[in-house]
Structures are given as C-alpha cells and as structure tokens.
C-alpha cells in the first residue's frame, strides 16, 4: 500500500472512528517511519484536545505473586517453581497506599496474579479499608478473572476500576498463549461483567507475542471498539526465562507505539498508559509512549523487598524513574518533552 492510501486510511480512522477488519490489516501491515509520524502527530493533537498536557499518575501495588494459572508468557505462572512467592497483608498494603498519598498519588492499582488467599472477604475487607483511610483516592483492582457476584461485592466494597486485558481476542490465538481451561471467551465475558456493574473498566492486549498476527490485532482493535473502555493498557511481550516463551522474540517498541496511537484516534478520550514493559524495552520508551498518544504512568508502590519478585517478564524496571519514590525524577522526564505530572484521581473522560 502506498502511503498516500495509509495516510487515507490514519485520516478516516480519526473522522469515522472505525474501520473494517480489512482496513486495519492493512493499516497495520502498510506502516512506516513516515506514516508512523503522521499518525503520532495526530494522536498528540487528539491527546491534548481531550487530555491537555497532563499525565495521570497511578501508584501500582504488586501485593501478591502467587497463581493458580498457567499462562506461557508470564513469569508468576503456577508452574514457575522458582519464582519466590509472596503475598502482602493488608497493613503493608495500607501502608504503601498512606506512602502513595504523600507523594502524590491518588489511585491504587492492587494487582496480583489470581491468589485464592484473597477471598472475596479478605479482598473486600483490605478494598473496604482503603475506602475509608483514603476516601479522596481511586482504587483499582487487577486481579484478573473472578465471578459477576465477586466483582460485585468488590465493587460495592469501594473498588471504583478494573484492569482485565484481553490479551487477544481471537480465540485460537489466546489458546497458543494460555493453557485450558483459559479461554478468550470467558475472558471476555468477564469484562462485560465489570462494565455492567459499573466499574471504569481496562482492558488491553499485548504486542508482539508470539504467534499474533496482523488480523488478530485488527480484531483487537474491533474488540475494543465495541467494549468501549475506559483505558487501555497495552505494551510489547517480554520473554521470561522460565516459561516456555523463553525463546521467542519481544514485541517491539515500533509496533507498540503505533498500536498506541491507532487507540487514541479509535477511542479518542480513553486513558491510556504508557506501560512499564515499554520503559523496559527502551530507556525512553515510557516518553516516546506518552508522545504516540499515551496519558497515563505507573509507577511502582510495592514495598522494595517484594518488587523484584513481581517479575512478569526479564528486566521488568522497578527502579529508576520506575519507583514511585523517584516521583521527581519522572516529572523532570515528562517536563523535558513538554507534559506534567498531576495530582489528581485523573478519571477517564470516556464514561457512557
Ligand atoms: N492476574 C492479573 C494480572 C496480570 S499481570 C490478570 O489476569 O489480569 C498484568 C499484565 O501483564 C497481563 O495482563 C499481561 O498482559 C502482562 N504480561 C504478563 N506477562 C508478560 C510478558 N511476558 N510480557 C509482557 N507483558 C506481560
């Protein structure tokens, strides 16, 4: 495709806000540097109309690694005998949120792999606290797949979002990357759930990961059109040495930040993170994400002996910039390339 036709394509997305599965396949497969630009200028434009040049900074608390499942990429999976399991109890939960606070923060994301430790009763009771030692705060779960009745008691416990990425939607795909019973249909099914009870609900796939292919990421496209969430959180697949993706290749920065960009123009006042494993795969990835379009960071809140244990993907960054302690650090990062950090519950403007 010429870039002409490309750029045709990049200019109908932004007027109409949908394009066929063709379209985007071809979107997608017909990128280039130039285009690439064209379309990050767009974005930016799209940004800052809807968004002006704040980042909205969440405080991520990583407080428990333990699974029940088994997914190939990720580095917490049950079957990872040598990940060092730990699990936060509720007061140093609560301390890393009055820790957050004082820097700034005013959302939690509590997320976790699917840790049956945390009932509905343990769960609700730490959101419950949260609720009530901070009520001027946000607070976000991602805790990955549970029942309608346990989202719902969550959510009346205080929890105000939810973070579930799709990973993928196209079915076979989810399958190469999940073991059974794992299904991309359930998966789905549980973000309907969170947006019908009212969650400000997240979704979001990886980029890159093995086996994807353009169609499955105009699917992902389709898919997010019809969710219509709040956020979306996306970012490139990082191996782990010790799941059976250890020798596959990362998803790139390139390809991550035109997904990025091709979001803003689909959802043009969603929020959308410009994520940890993009700052891992580059020095300057979490910039170049909030330049594609992206408004949201989050840094790290887990207390610092745990954070190296959270280890979805090799390298994960959680010092640095990273740290939610280096909260200066990333406002200097985003004042050098014309953005500020604020504080605020920073809610997504995309509410239906
Ligand atoms: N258990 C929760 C939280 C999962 S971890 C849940 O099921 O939602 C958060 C996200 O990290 C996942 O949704 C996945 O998209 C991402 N992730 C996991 N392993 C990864 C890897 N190897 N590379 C890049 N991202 C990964």
Not at 2 to 8: A, D, G, K, M, P
Not at 120 to 147: N, W
Not at 205 to 215: H, K, L, W
Not at 317 to 346: F, P, W
């Amino acid at each position: 495709m010429s870039t002409n036709s490309t750029i045709r394509l990049i200019d109908k997305l932004e007027q109409t806000r949908s394009l066929t599965r063709e379209e985007w396949t071809d979107l997608i497969r017909s990128r280039t540097p130039e285009t690439a630009e064209y379309l990050f200028k767009r974005a930016e434009e799209i940004r800052i109309r809807h968004y002006a040049r704040d980042v909205y900074i969440r405080g991520l608390i990583e407080f428990t690694n333990y699974c029940r499942n088994d997914c190939f990429y990720c580095g917490i999976r049950k079957s990872n005998a040598r990940a060092e399991r730990y699990r936060l109890t509720k007061e140093q939960i609560l301390s890393c949120c009055a820790h957050g606070r004082e820097l700034g923060f005013r959302t939690f994301v509590l997320q976790g792999g699917e840790d049956g430790w945390y009932t509905d009763e343990r769960l609700s009771d730490i959101v419950s606290s949260i609720r009530s030692a901070f009520p001027d705060c946000a607070i976000t779960l991602s805790v990955g797949e549970r029942s309608r009745e346990s989202y719902q008691k969550l959510y009346d416990a205080g929890a105000d979002r939810y973070l579930l990425r799709h990973e993928t939607y196209d079915g076979l795909h989810y399958r190469r990357l999940h073991p059974a019973p794992l299904s991309a249909e359930h998966r789905q099914k549980c973000l309907w759930n969170l947006k019908e009870i009212g969650y400000q609900t997240g979704t979001g796939f990886m980029v890159g990961s093995p086996f994807q292919t353009a169609e499955n990421l105009a699917d992902d496209m389709i898919f997010l059109k019809s969710l219509d969430p709040q956020m979306v959180g996306i970012g490139p697949f990082i191996p782990h040495h010790d799941t059976p993706f250890a020798a596959e290749e990362a998803g790139t920065m390139e390809l991550t930040l035109f997904m990025l960009g091709l979001i803003r123009l689909l959802l043009p006042n969603v929020l959308l993170p410009s994520t940890t494993a993009l700052g891992t795969i580059a020095p300057d990835g979490r910039e170049r994400g909030i330049l594609a379009g992206a408004n949201v960071v989050m840094p790290n809140l887990s207390p610092q002996e745990v954070r190296e244990k959270y280890l979805l993907y090799d390298n994960k960054i959680c010092t640095g910039s990273e740290a939610a302690e280096s909260l200066n650090d990333l406002k200097k990062r985003m004042e050098s390339i014309g953005y500020q950090v604020t504080v605020s519950r920073g809610d997504s403007l995309n509410i239906n």
